[in-house]
């Protein structure tokens, strides 16, 4: 049945049910109409996934470990383990879809990856997948996360990547995506937009998706051989919805777990403090897809707010909207402040500083195992947190 | 018969404007409408603004935001454009991007064009087989014609389904990015604008994106059925404003 999931969702088209698609200028069609070819063509292809294995093993260092947290489960209770794809090379789970984008691109003979980053995570995984392929790369990022994720733009730099600041309205996600469409636009023929979640047209949010099952794959059955069953909850933050959609795509068809999506509540619920996305949005288009989309009355995406600059966008993975409608995935939000609680806590408790995006993952995941204390706790832990160092020590100062 | 098909049955080389509305000023809309019929324009296209347009250049962008700040919205252009047609009888054409229709309702923006006497309207980033599947039969019922986009990498295969989908022109996009070209037509336009003629199709073409003279007007003109003046015109107005809009038609055709 799973298989059978993978084969209906998306259709043809690249709808989720009603979410997806590809609403893009005739510009773009033609391209995503090659892209979603050879993505078709290629990635069956023996050649292109044993390319994708090795690299994933040799370059990556997967698998990457599920992890018991003992100190932490023994605090909260519950029975708390982490993906550890804070262990994967360059620090997040980004690398699982950009070493896939940068492959497929080598081989639709194209010369330049382009990209939005917010956290930086995913422009500096592209990077890296670049110089391994030999690619040019240019990164757009909005000026508040450039100074925000210092360290990252410095790695992007290191790596050869060309970091475009965007400053246009409030500098961060949703700009940077506008930043790199523009410049995509100026010549889709020889470079490709290797966008950075399970967001934008057909047929990315169906390719990262692909490229991140990966994760699901391995901790369903490292967390089998560690317990013998499998978890009663799995947990992931939701930005645009990669890392999740790789964590929750293996257990679809699990009714005995739950999935949680945690989505960023910022400073507070009010208009502009708050990224929550599917708490608070209603269907829409934009950045070329449909999805639950936090926007005015007139169609205008609202301006959005998170501590986690990842998370910090008004759109979200149209095949998280539909897995909502079908209640197959619950969201829930957490705050700044209890993310911040949770960034420390899991540094002090278990000696692994969590990127502030996979903190919101924890921070729900101990509110989980304080009401479940019986219960097991699967947390996608997407990145860890020396980008976020200075930020939070300056910002929130050190607790005691 | 829709104001479009008639237009375009006179016969003669078709000269349409698009600007941006509440561009330069809020309140600029009716009567830019008005002085580009008095000077001889055609046909135009009504920008409604959106923050996030996939399909513009930056001209057209910067005059998108600046209409914004200033407040235009969905209502606002049709309150602006309640009484157009006791001033003007040139076909209308809105052109925007789909979520702003979507959040107004498609049916709901239908109506209201169809009673204001929009004859059309352009929404780059709506797929064919959306139309096709979902919103075909409300263009239909209030008589709006949908215009679609192709583009120099357009395969004949699409243009065809384009074609047989279409009841008023097709826009043809000249070049295969937003920036257009700025310095006339080469080679690979002339080309392109020679297989699309070749293809006989059954809807007349019309081209945008790069026509900014008398001299490209009339290169774009020579197999299609007219070209469309965008940024070109907003940068004039942006410069000259609206007085003297009679001096930008005047040194085109
Ligand atoms: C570590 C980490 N986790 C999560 C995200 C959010 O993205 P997504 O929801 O696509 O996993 C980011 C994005 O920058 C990130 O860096």
């Known amino acids: 049945m799973t298989d059978n999931y993978f084969k209906t969702y998306p259709n043809k088209e690249g709808f989720f049910n009603e979410y997806g698609g590809a609403f893009i200028p005739p510009m773009l069609e033609e391209e995503m109409r090659k892209i979603t070819d050879a993505y078709y063509a290629i990635s069956k292809s023996h050649s292109f996934i044993s390319e994708l294995r090795s ?19 023994e605090k909260y209770g519950g029975r708390i383990y982490l993906k550890r794809e804070d262990l994967n090379h360059t620090g997040a789970h980004k690398l699982n879809h950009c070493m896939g984008e940068a492959l497929l691109a080598k081989h639709l003979g194209k010369k330049k990856l382009i990209a939005e980053t917010g956290a930086g995570q995913h422009g500096v995984a592209l990077a890296t997948a670049a110089a391994y392929f030999g ?39 949703k700009e940077a995506v506008d930043s790199a469409f523009e410049a995509y636009m100026k010549d889709p023929i020889t470079t490709i937009y290797c966008i950075g979640s399970v967001v934008g047209p057909h047929p990315f949010p169906m390719m990262v998706r692909d490229f991140q099952r ?3 794959i391995e901790a369903k059955a490292q967390f089998f051989d560690m317990t013998g069953e499998l978890p009663d909850n799995v947990v992931a933050c939701v930005g645009g919805g990669s890392n999740a959609m790789g964590i929750f795509s293996a257990f679809l068809d699990d009714s005995e777990c739950s999935l949680y999506g945690v ?11 708050h990224a929550a996305t599917m708490t608070l949005g209603k269907p829409g288009v934009i950045h070329g897809f449909k999805c639950y989309t936090l926007q005015d009355e007139n169609g205008e995406p609202s301006p959005v707010y998170s501590v986690a600059s990842g998370l910090d966008y008004p759109g979200v993975g149209p095949e998280h909207s539909m897995l909502k409608d079908l209640k197959k995935v619950t969201y829930e939000v957490v705050s700044d402040k209890e993310t911040i609680d949770a960034f420390y806590e899991l540094s002090r408790m278990e000696g692994i500083i969590p990127a502030l995006e996979s903190a919101h993952a924890v921070a729900y995941a101990i509110k989980l195992a304080q009401e479940n204390p019986r219960e097991s706790i699967l947390v996608n832990l997407s990145g860890r947190g020396d980008k976020d160092l200075d930020y939070v020590v300056d910002t929130y100062g050190l607790p005691d | 018969m829709n104001r479009i098909n008639q237009k375009i049955k006179e016969g003669k080389k078709i000269l349409s404007i698009y600007f941006t509305a509440g561009y330069p000023e809020l309140n600029d809309t009716v009567r830019i409408l008005e002085e580009l019929e008095k000077n001889g324009v055609d046909l135009i296209e009504i920008g409604l603004p959106f923050s996030d347009p996939l399909a513009d250049g930056p001209t057209i962008q910067e005059s998108s935001t600046a209409a914004l700040k200033k407040g235009m919205h969905t209502e606002l252009l049709f309150e602006q454009l309640k009484d157009i047609r006791k001033s003007v009888s040139i076909p209308l054409i809105i052109m925007g991007y789909f979520n702003p229709v979507f959040q107004y309702g498609v049916e709901a923006f239908c109506k209201k064009c169809h009673e204001i006497g929009i004859d059309g309207l352009i929404l780059p980033d709506l797929p064919l087989d959306v139309y096709q599947s979902e919103y075909e039969v409300i263009f239909k019922k209030y008589g709006l014609i949908n215009v679609f986009l192709i583009t120099p990498q357009t395969s004949d295969e699409r243009i065809k389904q384009i074609d047989d989908a279409s009841n008023g022109f097709i826009y043809m996009v000249s070049s295969a990015s937003t920036t257009g070209t700025t310095k006339g037509f080469g080679e690979e336009q002339q080309h392109y604008f020679d297989r699309i003629s070749a293809m006989k199709l059954k809807n007349p073409q019309i081209v945008g994106f790069g026509i900014n003279n008398a001299e490209t007007f009339k290169q774009a003109t020579r197999s299609a059925a007219g070209a469309i003046i965008g940024s070109a015109f907003i940068k004039h107005l942006t410069s000259h404003g609206v007085d003297a809009i009679s001096k930008f038609v005047k040194s085109i055709r």
């Open chain 1, 55 to 73: 690299i994933r093993k040799h370059y990556q260092g997967r698998p990457t470990p599920v992890y018991y947290c003992n100190r932490l489960s």
């Open chain 1, 263 to 273: 989505e960023p509540g910022g400073r507070s619920m009010e208009h502009g403090e």
């Open chain 1, 214 to 216: 990966v994760v699901g």
């Open chain 1, 135 to 173: 690619l040019e790369c240019e990164i757009h990022m909005g000026e508040v996360d450039m100074a925000k994720e210092h360290p990252n733009v410095v790695r992007m730099r290191i790596l050869g990547a060309n970091v475009v600041p965007v400053s246009h309205g409030l500098k961060t996600l």
